[in-house]
């Protein structure tokens, strides 16, 4: 008989990036408080879907559903005997983390949208979302990519700190959204016409920070697929780092394409979703380094290594 906690991590993944998007449109929608109360909406769970209560109220039925998921996957952890007790633990405490989660959703409801709880909101989400790829790469997606790799530590460094980067990253991103500083800088590459604007300006500052720190996360990214190349030239990790050096040229351009077009929903919501899946990139990267890195045969880093 097959597990099938591995299969519900994985199904989980998805869910959360389909659940990220959605919350990026209910946001670029101004629907965030078409539902004014929760965890109903207006005083009913099945409220009628149009306008903004359709995303809104599609948003928080999405959520339950994640919650009910990833519930079912903890429950099949400790009830398989074979699973690792860290993988049961850790299933539990996302458990946990949607709860917290779930209730700064509905604070953001509650007081009405303020920047730092809505923020918060979004950074759980996030949070969730690395942990879920773990799991899902550790029980599943790692199974058959366990190649030994002269020099997986150097990669698995850069991985860990590239997802590092583009958490933190993601989070500033959300203040930039829910602080409406997301036109602070009208134009791109420059920002109000200089490359350092005036930063007196606490918005323009904030949607400065995030353009550099967004810098700092490519080159992060950029430096541990080299690794991973280096790392293991034929192997699932070298593709990872292939692919995450793809997703952000993306996400640059996702980036531009927001500001000129005045924060339109599409190219908006996308630029959340696709950092999300940068996230699960790099942390199945960093899973995969890890598995290399405690072969033998990588236990010595290759001559020459950056």
Known sequence: MSLQHPRAFTIAVVWTLGLLYLGSVVHATESSLACPDWPTCFGTMVPEMTGGVFWEHLH????????????????????????RPWIARASLAGVGLLLV????????????????????????????LILATVLASTTSWSETSTTPAPGARGARAWAVGATATVFVQSIIGGLVRHADAGMACPDVPLCLGQVVPPLEVGLVALHFAHRVLGLVAAVTVVVFAVRARNAAPDSSLRSIGTAAVIVVVLQVGLGFLSVLTGLAVVPVSLHTLVAASLLVLLTHGAVLAHVAARSPASTQEPAGAL
């Open 60 to 83: 928080r039925l999405v959520a339950g559903g994640l919650l009910l998921l990833w519930g079912l996957g903890t429950w099949f952890a400790f009830r398989e005997p074979t699973v």
């Open 101 to 128: 989660q779930s209730v700064f959703g509905g604070l953001t409801v509650i007081f009405g949208l303020p920047d730092l709880i809505s923020t918060t909101h979004l950074g759980l989400a996030f949070a969730f």
